[in-house]
């Protein structure tokens, strides 16, 4: 029982090229979110998704966008990254049965230079 | 707008005294309260939560929070700490649906 997994675990981007992050989870949970940590800024939601078949922004979705592929994966794309994407990616999921705890990922350290 | 405080961005303490994290919420109704730990490199893992019922919730690793209505407040605390709690602290509110409101977050020292 792997939890959450995330992948890459780094990259480094250069202005304007493209990437997608990858989140798998194998805990049979509903919903799934992508946040960003950025220093002093705690965690801030970029999209989520609550069920199979849907999506939703967060509080900092500009120049973001994700794909829920299925039950398991969730997807985050940069399509031209841009030096302000800079952080560390977490991939998130969770369950009404769990009364909503989240389970993270170990993070995706990107930077755009 | 539903929202986290955690005051200080940085708690020191000595190996053995009691620890306090503080967080205090802006939230309507009865919001679910959370608390996460994060070790450097690593993700966040799950402390404690409060749903309903007794102010005083226990979790992992030693740590408790103490709910209070009155004041808006979810702090975590520890009875003696330990050097390995150094680390960074998230509280959490889930206002409504599904989503999570995280903190800045607080780093906990703990020197020995």
């Known amino acids: 029982n792997a939890g959450v997994t995330q992948t890459p675990k780094f990259q480094v981007l250069k202005t304007g090229q493209s990437m997608t992050l990858q989140c798998a989870q194998d805990?049979?949970?509903?919903?799934m979110y992508w946040y960003r940590q950025d220093p002093g800024m705690g965690l801030r939601l970029i999209y989520y998704?609550?069920?199979?078949?849907?999506?939703d922004k967060g509080e900092v979705p500009n120049g973001y966008n994700v794909s829920r592929l299925n039950k398991r994966e969730f997807s985050l794309r940069l399509e031209s990254a841009a030096p302000s994407q800079t952080s560390v990616y977490f991939c998130?999921?969770?369950?009404?049965?769990?009364?909503?705890?989240?389970?993270f990922g170990p993070g995706t350290r990107l930077t755009v230079t | 707008a539903q929202s986290v405080a955690q005051p200080e961005d940085q708690v020191n303490v000595a190996e053995g005294n009691p620890l306090t994290v503080k967080c205090t919420y802006s939230?309507?109704?009865?919001?679910?309260l959370f608390w996460y730990v994060q070790y450097p490199n690593r993700g966040l893992q799950f402390l404690l939560k409060?749903?309903?019922?007794?102010?005083l919730v226990k979790g992992s690793y030693g740590f408790e929070a103490e709910f209070n209505k009155s004041q808006t407040s979810f702090h975590l605390k520890k009875p003696s700490a330990l050097v390995s709690d150094s680390a960074l602290y998230f509280c959490a509110v889930r206002p409504y649906g599904n989503k999570l409101v995280f903190g800045a977050g607080t780093i906990l020292r703990v020197k020995s």
């Open positions: 998130a999921s969770t369950t009404s049965e769990s009364l909503y705890e989240q389970y």
């Open positions: 998704s609550a069920s199979e078949g849907t999506t």
């Open positions: 409060y749903i309903t019922g007794d102010n």
């Open positions: 805990m049979n949970h509903n919903s």
């Open positions: 939230v309507s109704g009865n919001p679910y």
